[in-house]
Protein backbone atom coordinates (compact mmCIF):
# COMPACT_ATOMS: atom_id res chain seq x y z
CA UNK A 1 0.00 0.00 0.00
CA UNK A 2 2.51 2.62 0.97
CA UNK A 3 4.08 2.11 -2.61
CA UNK A 4 1.35 2.30 -4.16
CA UNK A 5 0.35 5.37 -2.53
CA UNK A 6 4.08 6.35 -3.42
CA UNK A 7 3.46 5.93 -7.10
CA UNK A 8 0.05 7.83 -6.82
CA UNK A 9 -1.70 4.43 -8.81
CA UNK A 10 -3.48 4.51 -4.81
CA UNK A 11 -5.44 7.87 -4.75
CA UNK A 12 -4.82 9.59 -1.50
CA UNK A 13 -5.12 13.49 -0.34
CA UNK A 14 -3.25 13.83 2.80
CA UNK A 15 -0.39 11.19 3.32
CA UNK A 16 1.04 11.66 6.98
CA UNK A 17 4.36 10.28 8.26
CA UNK A 18 4.70 9.36 12.04
CA UNK A 19 7.70 8.79 13.10
CA UNK A 20 9.84 9.14 16.41
CA UNK A 21 12.98 9.72 17.59
CA UNK A 22 13.90 5.65 17.49
CA UNK A 23 12.53 5.41 13.86
CA UNK A 24 13.52 8.26 11.42
CA UNK A 25 10.62 9.45 8.73
CA UNK A 26 13.18 11.39 6.61
CA UNK A 27 14.19 8.47 4.21
CA UNK A 28 10.43 7.97 3.34
CA UNK A 29 10.11 11.71 3.20
CA UNK A 30 13.02 11.77 0.91
CA UNK A 31 11.39 9.07 -1.47
CA UNK A 32 7.87 10.92 -1.67
CA UNK A 33 9.68 14.28 -2.74
CA UNK A 34 11.59 13.02 -4.78
CA UNK A 35 9.06 10.92 -6.78
CA UNK A 36 5.98 13.80 -6.22
CA UNK A 37 8.86 15.68 -8.30
CA UNK A 38 8.42 13.11 -10.97
CA UNK A 39 4.94 12.45 -11.75
CA UNK A 40 3.66 15.89 -10.32
CA UNK A 41 3.65 19.21 -12.75
CA UNK A 42 5.06 21.07 -9.47
CA UNK A 43 6.12 20.11 -6.16
CA UNK A 44 5.74 22.56 -3.10
CA UNK A 45 8.15 22.36 -0.38
CA UNK A 46 7.58 23.79 3.03
CA UNK A 47 10.31 23.36 5.09
CA UNK A 48 11.15 23.87 8.92
CA UNK A 49 13.02 21.33 10.37
CA UNK A 50 15.87 20.75 7.90
CA UNK A 51 17.47 22.57 5.21
CA UNK A 52 15.59 22.08 1.29
CA UNK A 53 18.63 20.57 0.31
CA UNK A 54 18.71 17.57 2.94
CA UNK A 55 14.97 16.45 0.71
CA UNK A 56 16.09 17.20 -2.82
CA UNK A 57 19.09 15.13 -3.63
CA UNK A 58 18.35 13.00 -6.84
CA UNK A 59 14.87 14.77 -7.20
CA UNK A 60 13.69 17.13 -10.30
CA UNK A 61 14.84 20.37 -8.70
CA UNK A 62 13.01 22.36 -11.47
CA UNK A 63 9.76 21.65 -10.31
CA UNK A 64 10.24 22.02 -6.66
CA UNK A 65 9.17 25.63 -4.91
CA UNK A 66 10.77 26.08 -1.81
CA UNK A 67 9.16 27.64 1.00
CA UNK A 68 11.95 28.45 3.65
CA UNK A 69 10.75 28.20 7.28
CA UNK A 70 13.87 26.99 8.65
CA UNK A 71 15.85 30.09 8.47
CA UNK A 72 13.88 32.25 10.26
CA UNK A 73 10.63 31.01 11.61
CA UNK A 74 10.18 33.46 15.02
CA UNK A 75 11.75 36.39 12.66
CA UNK A 76 14.96 36.72 15.25
CA UNK A 77 16.74 37.95 12.14
CA UNK A 78 14.82 41.39 11.10
CA UNK A 79 18.15 43.24 10.03
CA UNK A 80 18.42 40.30 7.64
CA UNK A 81 15.33 39.65 5.89
CA UNK A 82 14.79 39.95 2.72
CA UNK A 83 10.78 41.17 2.08
CA UNK A 84 10.22 40.22 -1.23
CA UNK A 85 11.43 36.19 -0.26
CA UNK A 86 8.48 33.80 0.46
CA UNK A 87 9.47 32.97 4.06
CA UNK A 88 7.22 30.73 6.39
CA UNK A 89 7.18 32.53 9.93
CA UNK A 90 5.70 30.90 12.88
CA UNK A 91 4.39 33.98 14.18
CA UNK A 92 1.06 34.80 12.47
CA UNK A 93 -1.50 31.50 11.96
CA UNK A 94 -0.46 29.05 8.85
CA UNK A 95 -1.74 29.63 5.59
CA UNK A 96 -0.23 26.77 3.17
CA UNK A 97 -2.81 28.24 0.22
CA UNK A 98 -1.69 31.62 0.15
CA UNK A 99 1.82 30.70 -0.27
CA UNK A 100 0.88 28.61 -3.56
CA UNK A 101 -0.55 31.50 -4.59
CA UNK A 102 2.27 33.90 -4.16
CA UNK A 103 3.89 31.65 -6.20
CA UNK A 104 4.39 32.88 -9.71
CA UNK A 105 4.09 29.78 -11.45
CA UNK A 106 0.20 28.35 -11.38
CA UNK A 107 -0.52 25.21 -12.26
CA UNK A 108 -2.94 22.17 -11.97
CA UNK A 109 -1.16 19.50 -10.59
CA UNK A 110 0.46 20.10 -7.37
CA UNK A 111 1.97 18.05 -4.55
CA UNK A 112 2.52 19.90 -1.27
CA UNK A 113 5.04 18.25 1.13
CA UNK A 114 5.31 19.57 4.88
CA UNK A 115 8.74 18.86 6.75
CA UNK A 116 6.92 18.93 9.22
CA UNK A 117 3.14 19.67 10.77
CA UNK A 118 5.50 19.55 14.45
CA UNK A 119 6.64 23.55 14.47
CA UNK A 120 3.13 24.95 13.70
CA UNK A 121 1.37 22.16 16.36
CA UNK A 122 4.08 23.85 18.61
CA UNK A 123 2.80 27.37 18.70
CA UNK A 124 -1.06 26.58 17.26
CA UNK A 125 -3.79 24.45 18.15
CA UNK A 126 -4.06 21.20 16.14
CA UNK A 127 -7.48 22.72 14.52
CA UNK A 128 -6.12 25.55 13.17
CA UNK A 129 -3.33 23.33 11.47
CA UNK A 130 -6.14 21.20 10.17
CA UNK A 131 -8.31 23.73 8.67
CA UNK A 132 -5.30 25.29 6.93
CA UNK A 133 -4.87 21.58 5.54
CA UNK A 134 -8.55 21.56 4.74
CA UNK A 135 -8.16 24.92 2.34
CA UNK A 136 -5.20 23.49 0.44
CA UNK A 137 -6.99 20.59 -0.22
CA UNK A 138 -10.41 23.01 -1.17
CA UNK A 139 -8.69 25.07 -3.66
CA UNK A 140 -10.19 24.83 -6.88
CA UNK A 141 -8.38 25.83 -10.62
CA UNK A 142 -11.67 28.31 -11.12
CA UNK A 143 -11.66 30.06 -8.10
CA UNK A 144 -7.78 30.18 -6.36
CA UNK A 145 -6.09 29.43 -10.04
CA UNK A 146 -4.53 26.40 -8.20
CA UNK A 147 -5.11 23.04 -7.29
CA UNK A 148 -3.53 20.06 -4.73
CA UNK A 149 -3.19 16.58 -5.60
CA UNK A 150 -1.68 15.57 -2.55
CA UNK A 151 -0.70 16.90 0.70
CA UNK A 152 2.50 14.99 2.36
CA UNK A 153 3.46 15.87 5.92
CA UNK A 154 5.76 14.83 8.53
CA UNK A 155 4.73 14.46 12.31
CA UNK A 156 6.69 13.38 15.21
CA UNK A 157 4.48 11.29 17.29
CA UNK A 158 6.44 11.51 20.63
CA UNK A 159 6.12 14.97 20.82
CA UNK A 160 2.62 15.56 20.64
CA UNK A 161 -0.69 14.48 22.98
CA UNK A 162 -3.28 11.64 22.03
CA UNK A 163 -5.75 14.24 21.08
CA UNK A 164 -3.78 16.08 18.38
CA UNK A 165 -2.72 12.98 16.81
CA UNK A 166 -6.13 11.30 16.64
CA UNK A 167 -7.66 15.04 14.88
CA UNK A 168 -4.57 14.51 12.34
CA UNK A 169 -5.28 10.52 11.72
CA UNK A 170 -8.97 11.00 11.26
CA UNK A 171 -8.29 13.82 8.36
CA UNK A 172 -5.76 11.95 6.98
CA UNK A 173 -6.74 9.44 3.89
CA UNK A 174 -3.31 7.88 4.54
CA UNK A 175 -1.12 7.24 8.13
CA UNK A 176 2.11 5.92 8.08
CA UNK A 177 3.82 4.74 11.24
CA UNK A 178 6.85 4.13 11.36
CA UNK A 179 7.91 1.14 13.59
CA UNK A 180 11.49 0.07 12.81
CA UNK A 181 14.01 0.89 10.51
CA UNK A 182 17.81 0.82 10.05
CA UNK A 183 20.39 1.29 7.04
CA UNK A 184 20.88 -0.83 4.54
CA UNK A 185 24.31 -0.28 3.45
CA UNK A 186 24.52 -1.91 -0.54
CA UNK A 187 27.30 -1.77 -2.81
CA UNK A 188 25.77 1.48 -4.19
CA UNK A 189 25.61 3.21 -1.46
CA UNK A 190 23.33 3.07 1.60
CA UNK A 191 19.69 2.48 1.48
CA UNK A 192 17.06 1.79 4.44
CA UNK A 193 14.69 -0.65 5.12
CA UNK A 194 12.19 -0.74 7.81
CA UNK A 195 8.77 -1.60 9.53
CA UNK A 196 5.63 0.27 9.22
CA UNK A 197 1.64 0.30 9.51
CA UNK A 198 -0.14 1.52 7.08
CA UNK A 199 -3.97 3.25 7.85
CA UNK A 200 -5.44 3.77 4.01
CA UNK A 201 -8.96 5.06 3.30
CA UNK A 202 -10.32 4.94 -0.11
CA UNK A 203 -13.18 7.19 -1.30
CA UNK A 204 -15.01 4.11 -1.29
CA UNK A 205 -15.31 4.36 2.29
CA UNK A 206 -13.22 1.31 2.51
CA UNK A 207 -10.17 0.97 5.30
CA UNK A 208 -7.24 -1.44 4.65
CA UNK A 209 -4.71 -1.02 7.95
CA UNK A 210 -1.63 -3.30 6.95
CA UNK A 211 2.12 -4.02 8.57
CA UNK A 212 4.11 -3.56 5.88
CA UNK A 213 8.30 -3.79 5.44
CA UNK A 214 9.69 -1.27 3.03
CA UNK A 215 13.26 -0.62 1.20
CA UNK A 216 14.74 2.11 0.29
CA UNK A 217 17.30 1.87 -2.90
CA UNK A 218 20.72 4.37 -2.56
CA UNK A 219 18.78 6.17 -5.09
CA UNK A 220 15.85 6.86 -3.27
CA UNK A 221 12.81 4.78 -4.85
CA UNK A 222 11.06 2.80 -2.15
CA UNK A 223 9.56 -0.51 -2.24
CA UNK A 224 6.85 -1.88 0.13
CA UNK A 225 5.61 -5.71 0.94
CA UNK A 226 2.53 -6.53 2.82
CA UNK A 227 4.25 -8.18 6.17
CA UNK A 228 3.64 -11.45 6.32
CA UNK A 229 2.87 -12.69 9.83
CA UNK A 230 4.95 -15.39 11.36
CA UNK A 231 3.43 -18.73 11.79
CA UNK A 232 3.53 -19.43 15.66
CA UNK A 233 3.61 -23.14 15.92
CA UNK A 234 1.03 -24.58 18.34
CA UNK A 235 1.92 -24.89 21.70
CA UNK A 236 2.28 -28.39 23.38
CA UNK A 237 0.78 -29.15 26.40
CA UNK A 238 3.15 -30.99 28.28
CA UNK A 239 1.44 -33.43 30.04
CA UNK A 240 2.86 -32.96 33.30
CA UNK A 241 3.55 -36.52 35.54
CA UNK A 242 1.26 -36.03 38.11
CA UNK A 243 2.40 -37.41 41.31
CA UNK A 244 0.40 -39.40 44.06
CA UNK A 245 1.73 -38.80 47.05
CA UNK A 246 -0.98 -41.18 48.75
CA UNK A 247 -0.20 -44.17 46.74
CA UNK A 248 2.77 -46.70 47.47
CA UNK A 249 1.83 -46.37 51.11
CA UNK A 250 2.01 -48.82 54.36
CA UNK A 251 -1.21 -46.51 55.55
CA UNK A 252 -4.15 -45.45 54.01
CA UNK A 253 -3.97 -41.19 53.26
CA UNK A 254 -7.03 -41.17 51.52
CA UNK A 255 -10.10 -39.82 52.24
CA UNK A 256 -14.12 -41.91 50.79
CA UNK A 257 -16.70 -39.19 49.87
CA UNK A 258 -18.21 -39.31 53.20
CA UNK A 259 -15.68 -38.95 54.87
CA UNK A 260 -15.06 -35.72 52.47
CA UNK A 261 -18.37 -34.40 53.06
CA UNK A 262 -17.60 -34.74 57.05
CA UNK A 263 -14.57 -33.14 56.63
CA UNK A 264 -16.42 -30.18 55.13
CA UNK A 265 -19.07 -30.06 57.71
CA UNK A 266 -16.36 -29.74 60.80
CA UNK A 267 -16.74 -26.59 62.92
CA UNK A 268 -13.72 -25.29 63.69
CA UNK A 269 -12.74 -23.67 66.77
CA UNK A 270 -12.43 -19.80 67.26
CA UNK A 271 -14.07 -19.11 63.64
CA UNK A 272 -17.03 -16.85 63.31
CA UNK A 273 -20.28 -18.85 62.43
CA UNK A 274 -23.63 -19.06 63.19
CA UNK A 275 -24.80 -20.65 66.67
CA UNK A 276 -26.86 -19.96 69.40
CA UNK A 277 -25.52 -18.51 72.73
CA UNK A 278 -25.94 -19.88 76.22
CA UNK A 279 -29.13 -18.43 77.55
CA UNK A 280 -27.34 -17.11 80.89
CA UNK A 281 -25.02 -15.61 79.30
CA UNK A 282 -26.03 -11.86 78.27
CA UNK A 283 -24.19 -10.79 74.92
CA UNK A 284 -21.32 -8.32 75.64
CA UNK A 285 -22.64 -5.80 73.43
CA UNK A 286 -26.08 -5.98 72.74
CA UNK A 287 -25.51 -3.39 69.72
CA UNK A 288 -23.15 -5.31 68.00
CA UNK A 289 -20.83 -8.65 68.11
CA UNK A 290 -17.11 -8.95 67.52
CA UNK A 291 -16.40 -11.68 65.01
CA UNK A 292 -12.64 -12.89 65.27
CA UNK A 293 -10.50 -13.77 62.28
CA UNK A 294 -6.96 -14.26 63.33
CA UNK A 295 -3.92 -14.14 60.97
CA UNK A 296 -1.25 -16.29 60.61
CA UNK A 297 0.93 -14.23 61.72
CA UNK A 298 -0.83 -13.85 65.62
CA UNK A 299 0.09 -15.34 68.25
CA UNK A 300 -3.16 -16.48 69.63
CA UNK A 301 -3.19 -17.04 73.39
CA UNK A 302 -5.24 -19.98 74.46
CA UNK A 303 -6.06 -19.15 77.99
CA UNK A 304 -8.38 -16.99 79.39
CA UNK A 305 -7.60 -15.95 82.88
CA UNK A 306 -10.16 -13.68 83.38
CA UNK A 307 -13.16 -15.74 81.88
CA UNK A 308 -14.38 -12.83 79.98
CA UNK A 309 -13.76 -13.71 76.84
CA UNK A 310 -17.29 -15.34 74.70
CA UNK A 311 -16.53 -17.82 71.85
CA UNK B 1 33.49 8.86 16.68
CA UNK B 2 36.37 9.65 15.56
CA UNK B 3 38.84 11.94 17.24
CA UNK B 4 38.48 15.17 14.76
CA UNK B 5 37.02 18.24 14.71
CA UNK B 6 33.75 17.90 11.69
CA UNK B 7 31.81 20.72 10.65
CA UNK B 8 28.12 20.63 10.16
CA UNK B 9 27.55 18.00 13.08
CA UNK B 10 25.30 18.56 15.79
CA UNK B 11 26.42 16.28 18.84
CA UNK B 12 23.89 15.18 21.54
CA UNK B 13 25.39 14.13 24.75
CA UNK B 14 22.96 12.43 26.87
CA UNK B 15 23.65 10.55 30.14
CA UNK B 16 21.44 8.91 32.53
CA UNK B 17 22.56 8.01 35.67
CA UNK B 18 26.26 9.13 35.43
CA UNK B 19 27.51 12.42 34.54
CA UNK B 20 28.86 13.10 31.05
CA UNK B 21 30.13 16.43 31.54
CA UNK B 22 33.47 14.52 30.80
CA UNK B 23 32.60 14.85 27.12
CA UNK B 24 32.34 18.53 27.12
CA UNK B 25 35.84 19.01 28.73
CA UNK B 26 37.18 16.22 26.03
CA UNK B 27 35.14 18.30 23.33
CA UNK B 28 36.31 21.75 24.52
CA UNK B 29 40.04 20.52 24.46
CA UNK B 30 39.82 19.07 21.50
CA UNK B 31 38.19 21.72 19.20
CA UNK B 32 40.91 24.48 20.81
CA UNK B 33 43.47 22.26 20.32
CA UNK B 34 42.44 22.32 16.50
CA UNK B 35 42.44 25.79 16.37
CA UNK B 36 38.88 26.20 16.02
CA UNK B 37 36.98 29.03 17.70
CA UNK B 38 35.06 28.47 20.50
CA UNK B 39 32.03 29.31 22.51
CA UNK B 40 31.04 28.31 25.83
CA UNK B 41 27.71 28.81 26.78
CA UNK B 42 28.09 27.62 30.60
CA UNK B 43 25.03 26.87 32.71
CA UNK B 44 26.10 24.46 34.95
CA UNK B 45 29.93 25.52 36.23
CA UNK B 46 32.06 28.48 36.53
CA UNK B 47 35.10 29.70 34.38
CA UNK B 48 37.31 28.10 37.13
CA UNK B 49 35.77 24.69 36.80
CA UNK B 50 36.74 24.54 33.10
CA UNK B 51 39.82 25.97 33.24
CA UNK B 52 41.18 23.59 36.24
CA UNK B 53 40.02 20.66 33.97
CA UNK B 54 41.91 22.30 30.80
CA UNK B 55 45.05 22.40 32.82
CA UNK B 56 44.59 19.39 33.46
CA UNK B 57 43.99 18.15 29.80
CA UNK B 58 47.15 20.23 28.65
CA UNK B 59 44.96 23.51 27.61
CA UNK B 60 45.32 26.63 29.56
CA UNK B 61 41.84 28.16 28.83
CA UNK B 62 42.80 31.29 30.59
CA UNK B 63 45.50 31.49 27.40
CA UNK B 64 42.77 30.72 25.06
CA UNK B 65 40.20 33.35 26.50
CA UNK B 66 43.04 36.37 26.53
CA UNK B 67 43.69 35.39 22.50
CA UNK B 68 40.14 35.75 21.86
CA UNK B 69 39.76 31.76 20.70
CA UNK B 70 37.71 30.96 23.56
CA UNK B 71 34.43 33.40 24.43
CA UNK B 72 33.17 32.50 27.39
CA UNK B 73 29.07 33.05 28.40
CA UNK B 74 28.94 32.86 32.07
CA UNK B 75 25.89 31.70 31.99
CA UNK B 76 25.64 30.62 35.65
CA UNK B 77 26.05 34.36 36.89
CA UNK B 78 23.91 35.60 34.46
CA UNK B 79 21.11 32.70 36.26
CA UNK B 80 22.16 33.64 39.63
CA UNK B 81 21.44 38.15 38.64
CA UNK B 82 17.83 36.74 37.37
CA UNK B 83 17.19 35.48 40.92
CA UNK B 84 19.02 37.85 43.31
CA UNK B 85 18.93 41.41 41.68
CA UNK B 86 15.36 43.61 41.45
CA UNK B 87 14.00 44.05 38.20
CA UNK B 88 15.56 47.80 38.13
CA UNK B 89 19.14 46.92 38.58
CA UNK B 90 19.72 45.90 35.05
CA UNK B 91 17.73 42.37 34.67
CA UNK B 92 16.51 44.08 31.49
CA UNK B 93 19.78 43.41 29.82
CA UNK B 94 20.26 40.21 31.24
CA UNK B 95 20.53 37.52 28.52
CA UNK B 96 18.22 35.00 30.52
CA UNK B 97 15.03 37.31 31.75
CA UNK B 98 13.31 34.46 30.34
CA UNK B 99 14.03 33.01 33.03
CA UNK B 100 11.52 35.61 35.15
CA UNK B 101 9.29 36.63 32.64
CA UNK B 102 7.04 33.66 31.12
CA UNK B 103 6.55 36.14 27.74
CA UNK B 104 9.97 36.80 26.72
CA UNK B 105 12.11 33.77 24.62
CA UNK B 106 15.78 33.31 24.65
CA UNK B 107 16.13 35.57 22.01
CA UNK B 108 18.61 37.86 24.12
CA UNK B 109 20.70 34.36 24.96
CA UNK B 110 20.60 33.85 21.15
CA UNK B 111 21.70 37.69 19.86
CA UNK B 112 24.68 37.45 22.74
CA UNK B 113 25.66 34.23 21.45
CA UNK B 114 25.89 35.59 17.77
CA UNK B 115 27.87 38.68 18.92
CA UNK B 116 30.27 36.54 20.39
CA UNK B 117 31.43 34.11 17.95
CA UNK B 118 29.96 36.42 14.39
CA UNK B 119 31.47 39.24 12.42
CA UNK B 120 29.60 42.56 11.92
CA UNK B 121 28.04 40.67 9.23
CA UNK B 122 26.50 37.84 10.88
CA UNK B 123 28.59 35.27 10.17
CA UNK B 124 30.89 32.82 11.31
CA UNK B 125 34.86 33.86 11.01
CA UNK B 126 36.33 30.55 10.58
CA UNK B 127 35.97 26.98 12.26
CA UNK B 128 33.58 27.38 15.26
CA UNK B 129 32.65 25.01 17.79
CA UNK B 130 29.77 26.32 19.83
CA UNK B 131 29.51 24.34 22.82
CA UNK B 132 25.90 24.42 25.61
CA UNK B 133 26.86 23.03 28.95
CA UNK B 134 23.80 22.20 29.96
CA UNK B 135 20.49 22.68 28.45
CA UNK B 136 18.86 20.78 31.21
CA UNK B 137 19.73 23.43 33.52
CA UNK B 138 17.33 25.66 31.81
CA UNK B 139 14.46 23.45 32.03
CA UNK B 140 15.16 22.96 35.42
CA UNK B 141 14.92 26.71 36.13
CA UNK B 142 11.66 26.84 34.31
CA UNK B 143 11.80 27.69 30.91
CA UNK B 144 9.34 25.24 28.43
CA UNK B 145 11.14 23.23 26.22
CA UNK B 146 9.59 24.65 23.49
CA UNK B 147 11.75 27.55 24.01
CA UNK B 148 14.91 25.86 24.88
CA UNK B 149 14.12 24.08 21.10
CA UNK B 150 13.35 27.23 19.25
CA UNK B 151 16.96 28.70 20.42
CA UNK B 152 18.91 25.43 19.38
CA UNK B 153 17.12 25.68 16.18
CA UNK B 154 18.47 29.48 15.93
CA UNK B 155 21.81 27.90 17.27
CA UNK B 156 22.06 25.24 14.61
CA UNK B 157 20.44 27.39 11.70
CA UNK B 158 23.90 29.84 12.40
CA UNK B 159 26.27 26.99 13.30
CA UNK B 160 25.56 24.23 10.69
CA UNK B 161 22.72 25.96 8.10
CA UNK B 162 23.35 22.95 5.56
CA UNK B 163 23.95 19.61 7.72
CA UNK B 164 23.11 16.35 6.22
CA UNK B 165 23.30 13.61 8.87
CA UNK B 166 20.55 11.44 8.53
CA UNK B 167 22.28 8.98 5.84
CA UNK B 168 25.78 7.57 6.06
CA UNK B 169 26.83 9.06 2.39
CA UNK B 170 25.79 12.47 3.12
CA UNK B 171 27.49 12.57 6.24
CA UNK B 172 30.93 13.55 5.09
CA UNK B 173 32.08 17.35 6.06
CA UNK B 174 30.59 20.22 4.11
CA UNK B 175 33.13 22.80 3.18
CA UNK B 176 29.53 25.04 3.44
CA UNK B 177 28.96 24.94 7.57
CA UNK B 178 31.62 26.61 9.04
CA UNK B 179 30.67 25.22 12.68
CA UNK B 180 29.26 22.88 14.90
CA UNK B 181 27.58 22.47 17.91
CA UNK B 182 27.94 20.25 21.14
CA UNK B 183 25.14 20.55 23.55
CA UNK B 184 24.25 18.19 27.08
CA UNK B 185 21.43 16.87 28.14
CA UNK B 186 20.89 15.08 30.85
CA UNK B 187 18.51 12.02 30.87
CA UNK B 188 17.99 10.15 33.68
CA UNK B 189 16.14 7.19 33.82
CA UNK B 190 15.32 7.34 37.29
CA UNK B 191 13.87 10.70 37.25
CA UNK B 192 10.43 11.48 35.92
CA UNK B 193 10.79 14.90 34.45
CA UNK B 194 8.34 14.89 31.47
CA UNK B 195 9.62 18.80 30.45
CA UNK B 196 13.02 17.20 30.73
CA UNK B 197 11.96 14.14 28.40
CA UNK B 198 10.66 16.65 25.65
CA UNK B 199 13.42 18.50 25.53
CA UNK B 200 15.85 15.83 24.71
CA UNK B 201 13.29 14.44 21.83
CA UNK B 202 13.69 17.79 20.32
CA UNK B 203 17.25 17.77 20.70
CA UNK B 204 17.96 14.19 19.53
CA UNK B 205 15.55 15.34 15.90
CA UNK B 206 17.86 18.83 15.62
CA UNK B 207 20.92 16.49 16.36
CA UNK B 208 22.92 14.79 14.03
CA UNK B 209 24.96 12.56 16.40
CA UNK B 210 23.43 11.16 19.63
CA UNK B 211 26.23 10.02 22.47
CA UNK B 212 24.20 8.14 25.49
CA UNK B 213 26.31 7.82 28.07
CA UNK B 214 25.25 5.48 31.22
CA UNK B 215 26.41 3.82 33.72
CA UNK B 216 27.12 -0.08 33.46
CA UNK B 217 24.54 -2.19 33.83
CA UNK B 218 26.20 -4.45 36.43
CA UNK B 219 26.61 -1.92 38.84
CA UNK B 220 29.06 0.92 39.98
CA UNK B 221 32.56 -0.72 38.88
CA UNK B 222 36.26 1.18 40.49
CA UNK B 223 37.68 1.13 37.24
CA UNK B 224 35.06 1.05 34.13
CA UNK B 225 32.99 4.12 34.53
CA UNK B 226 30.24 3.50 32.48
CA UNK B 227 29.54 2.85 29.15
CA UNK B 228 29.02 5.25 26.07
CA UNK B 229 26.62 4.53 22.80
CA UNK B 230 26.71 6.18 19.57
CA UNK B 231 23.71 6.58 17.08
Redesign the interface.
Same mark, same amino acid.
Given at each position: MLQQVLEGTEASSIVVIEDC?DH?G??VFHCFCSQLAKRCESVHLFHL?N?A??FL @?GANISKVHIHDG =?????Q??E??RDPSADKIDLVSAPDFLGHLKRTPVKTSLVAVVIDSLTPFL?NYPGYVICRALQRLLRARLESDGIEVSQVVAGF?G??HDDSTAAALRHMATTWVQLQEGA @?S?TQG??G =?HGNCEVLHRRKSGKVIRQAEVYHIS?QWSLTSRVQKTPVRPVAQVEQEAQVDPTANLTFNLRLTDTEKEARSRVVLPYMHHHRKKAPNKPAANPGGQIFYQPDDVDDFDEEDPDDDLDF | MEDSCVRGQFVLISDSLTDGSFLIHHFLSLYIKGGWKVCLLALAQSFGHYNAVGQKLGVPLTQAREKGQLRFIDGLKCSLQMYTCAPQEGQGENPLRALRDKKATLRPLYDLVKTQICSEEGVLEGPTLLLVDDLSVLVSLGVSAKDVSDFMHYCRVLMCPTQQGYCRVLMCPTQQSQGAIVSLVHKDADVEDEENSTLFRHMAYHGTVHLAVEGLSSGYSRDVHGQSNLY
Open positions: VDRPEPGV @E =FSDPLWEQNQHDL @EPGT =FP | -
